[in-house]
């Protein structure tokens, strides 16, 4: 209904009209009219969606609508306010109406309120997601459990990962994964630990140059053979016994003399190792007084020592009989006799240990001295193992007495070496070896006197499968003796074997008649 009158309003003015058609109708009611209908545009436009086209039309229609002489224009309606989004400009004032002809002036026309721009529509940010909550760590593996006699731990399992943690709506990504547990101890042990002793008693016949001894597999280049031996014998072919360890599986104990020769009892210990211990080992003749032997794998000095047994022929002890070992360096091992000896075979091991610290050097001793001294920077006597050997430069034939020493620990800074006669001169070559990882070196010591050729040594309780027994002079198994009726060395040589807390000693003979012999030795429990 109201387009019409819209578009009649748009059209071009029309020619002036009569003074009669203008009074047809009253000027006044033709003014309410026009107002009415322009107040109806705003709305009506924006109902169409045509208001763009209708934004001057108010104001056309106002001027429309002047009053005539009589009455002004009112203003003209402003438009409304802009929606949402570009505010659309209000509605332009209506312009003043044209003076009427003796007229009251037309009031001005309110200008329209300027549209509000409409807010920006800012989209409302996603609520950020709940960050994924990170997997727990892993439970560390649990250590291996000690492997007994020192078997390495088995390594622990690998502790499981965690949970990845589920991702919020747009939330950060899930934890790590857990740590893998860490693998399992080592078994007891720590450094140089042991991994078994074995011991056993072996008999070299009457009559035999050698005996074998089937022993567990070890490790030959972390395993070493110590013994001690018996025998009633003069002949240095019958008595003087070597040993080594043959292949992985076998001991061999060996001697130059066979018929005639009487048995020799051997009591033996092979100790083995997990690791922190290498041993070189070989023979070699003593063709000259000083053979060098090189070592294939260099050394550190202050952690290794030199074990030696000894075969000859011969019909009486001398001074091709003793032979003095010392490790020359890094790369060598030294041994010295007293003279040139072409039978004569040394078996050597070179036992590099890391959890030991060894002190070493040589004491000449003199033809007239029984007990030379030894001062050291101080040691713990529970837990050092002393090794020596000696050469002898001269001597007097038939007098066992000045070539039998005994050594031990008197106070923790003083070694002594004690013998029962005089007459030979030479060199001892001394090794004081420190355990620093919790092995313990027990001093034994025994004395025979009369006929006896049995004692118990008490060292106090003792792991059987950790433990070697080992002396001092002759090879480890000499003390010394007062004995010089013959050149029977059986007197004041001995084997130790295991007892409950005690080792039984043992010599072979007291010789032809009675006679004295004092021992050192050492019960030395590896860790």
Same mark, same amino acid.
């Given at each position: 209904?109201?387009?019409?009158?819209?578009?009649?309003?748009?059209?071009?003015?029309?020619?002036?009209?009569?003074?009669?058609?203008?009074?047809?109708?009253?000027?006044?009611?033709?003014?309410?009219?026009?107002?009415?209908?322009?107040?109806?545009?705003?709305?009506?436009?924006?109902?169409?969606?045509?208001?763009?086209?209708?934004?001057?039309?108010?104001?056309?229609?106002?001027?429309?609508?002047?009053?005539?002489?009589?009455?002004?224009? #009112?203003?003209?309606?402003?438009?409304?306010?802009?929606?949402?989004?570009?505010?659309?400009?209000?509605?332009?004032?209506?312009?003043?109406?044209?003076?009427?002809?003796?007229?009251?002036?037309?009031?001005?026309?309110?200008?329209?309120?300027?549209?509000?721009?409409?807010?920006?529509?800012?989209?409302?940010?996603?609520?950020?997601?709940?960050?994924?909550?990170?997997?727990?760590?892993?439970?560390?593996?649990?250590?291996?459990?000690?492997?007994?006699?020192?078997?390495?731990?088995?390594?622990?399992?690998?502790?499981?990962?965690?949970?990845?943690?589920?991702?919020?709506?747009?939330?950060?990504?899930?934890?790590?994964?857990?740590? !893998?547990?860490?693998?399992?101890?080592?078994?007891?042990?720590?450094?140089?630990?042991?991994?078994?002793?074995?011991?056993?008693?072996?008999?070299?016949?009457?009559?035999?140059?050698?005996?074998?001894?089937?022993?567990?597999?070890?490790?030959?280049?972390?395993?070493?053979?110590?013994?001690?031996?018996?025998?009633?014998?003069?002949?240095?072919?019958?008595?003087?016994?070597?040993?080594?360890?043959?292949?992985?599986?076998?001991?061999?104990?060996?001697?130059?003399?066979?018929?005639?020769?009487?048995?020799?009892?051997?009591? *033996?210990?092979?100790?083995?190792?997990?690791?922190?211990?290498?041993?070189?080992?070989?023979?070699?003749?003593?063709?000259?007084?000083?053979?060098?032997?090189?070592?294939?794998?260099?050394?550190?000095?202050?952690?290794?020592?030199?074990?030696?047994?000894?075969?000859?022929?011969?019909?009486?002890?001398?001074?091709?009989?003793?032979?003095?070992?010392?490790?020359?360096?890094?790369?060598?091992?030294?041994? #010295?006799?007293?003279?040139?000896?072409? #039978?004569?075979?040394?078996? *050597?091991?070179?036992?590099?240990?890391?959890?030991?610290?060894?002190?070493?050097?040589?004491?000449?001793?003199?033809?007239?001295?029984?007990?030379?001294?030894?001062?050291?920077?101080?040691?713990?006597?529970?837990?050092?193992?002393?090794?020596?050997?000696?050469?002898?430069?001269?001597?007097?034939?038939?007098?066992?007495?000045?070539?039998?020493?005994?050594?031990?620990?008197?106070?923790?800074?003083?070694?002594?070496?004690?013998?029962?006669?005089?007459?030979?001169?030479?060199?001892?070559?001394?090794?004081?070896?420190?355990?620093?990882?919790?092995?313990?070196?027990?001093?034994?010591?025994?004395?025979?006197?009369?006929?006896?050729?049995?004692?118990?040594?008490?060292?106090?309780?003792?792991?059987?499968?950790?433990?070697?027994?080992?002396?001092?002079?002759?090879?480890?198994?000499?003390?010394?003796?007062?004995?010089?009726?013959?050149?029977?060395?059986?007197?004041?040589?001995?084997?130790?074997?295991?007892?409950?807390?005690?080792?039984?000693?043992?010599?072979?003979?007291?010789?032809?008649?009675? !006679? #004295?012999?004092?021992?050192?030795? *050492?019960?030395?429990?590896?860790?």
């Amino acid at each position: 209904m109201l387009l019409m009158p819209i578009r009649d309003l748009r059209a071009p003015n029309p020619a002036p009209t009569t003074a009669s058609a203008r009074e047809g109708v009253p000027s006044r009611m033709r003014a309410a009219v026009v107002l009415a209908l322009a107040a109806l545009i705003p709305a009506c436009t924006t109902i169409l969606g045509i208001d763009g086209e209708y934004k001057d039309l108010a104001a056309d229609a106002s001027v429309a609508a002047g009053g005539d002489s009589s009455v002004g224009g #009112n203003a003209g309606v402003g438009g409304e306010a802009g929606q949402s989004g570009s505010g659309a400009m209000g509605g332009a004032g209506g312009s003043a109406g044209s003076s009427g002809s003796a007229g009251e002036g037309g009031t001005s026309g309110t200008g329209g309120a300027a549209g509000t721009s409409g807010a920006g529509g800012t989209g409302a940010g996603g609520v950020a997601g709940t960050a994924g909550t990170g997997g727990a760590a892993g439970t560390a593996g649990a250590g291996g459990v000690a492997g007994t006699a020192g078997t390495a731990g088995a390594a622990g399992t690998a502790g499981a990962g965690g949970s990845a943690g589920t991702a919020g709506a747009g939330g950060a990504t899930g934890g790590a994964a857990g740590t !893998s547990g860490a693998g399992g101890s080592g078994g007891a042990g720590g450094t140089s630990a042991v991994k078994a002793v074995q011991t056993g008693e072996q008999v070299l016949a009457a009559d035999a140059s050698s005996a074998t001894v089937a022993i567990t597999p070890v490790a030959m280049d972390r395993a070493f053979l110590v013994f001690g031996t018996r025998f009633d014998a003069v002949e240095p072919s019958a008595m003087q016994v070597s040993g080594r360890l043959s292949d992985a599986s076998h001991v061999t104990f060996q001697r130059v003399g066979a018929a005639g020769s009487p048995a020799v009892s051997i009591v *033996w210990y092979v100790a083995e190792f997990q690791s922190g211990v290498l041993v070189q080992r070989g023979n070699v003749a003593m063709t000259s007084t000083k053979v060098t032997v090189p070592l294939t794998s260099s050394v550190e000095t202050l952690r290794t020592f030199p074990i030696i047994s000894y075969r000859n022929s011969g019909a009486a002890l001398g001074k091709g009989d003793f032979v003095r070992a010392k490790i020359a360096g890094p790369s060598a091992l030294e041994l #010295n006799v007293g003279e040139a000896a072409a #039978n004569g075979i040394v078996e *050597w091991q070179v036992v590099s240990f890391d959890g030991a610290t060894v002190q070493t050097g040589d004491l000449p001793y003199p033809s007239g001295e029984t007990a030379p001294v030894q001062t050291i920077p101080a040691v713990d006597t529970t837990r050092s193992w002393l090794v020596f050997s000696y050469d002898i430069s001269s001597s007097t034939s038939d007098n066992l007495a000045q070539k039998m020493f005994r050594a031990r620990f008197t106070n923790t800074t003083t070694m002594m070496f004690n013998r029962s006669g005089v007459g030979s001169a030479g060199t001892i070559s001394w090794q004081a070896i420190s355990f620093n990882n919790g092995t313990l070196a027990r001093p034994g010591s025994a004395g025979f006197s009369g006929f006896g050729t049995q004692v118990s040594a008490n060292v106090g309780a003792y792991a059987p499968l950790r433990t070697i027994a080992s002396g001092g002079g002759l090879y480890l198994h000499g003390g010394n003796t007062s004995y010089n009726n013959t050149m029977n060395a059986g007197v004041c040589s001995f084997t130790a074997k295991q007892a409950s807390g005690a080792f039984d000693v043992w010599r072979q003979t007291s010789g032809t008649g009675a !006679s #004295n012999c004092d021992i050192s030795f *050492w019960a030395i429990e590896f860790k």
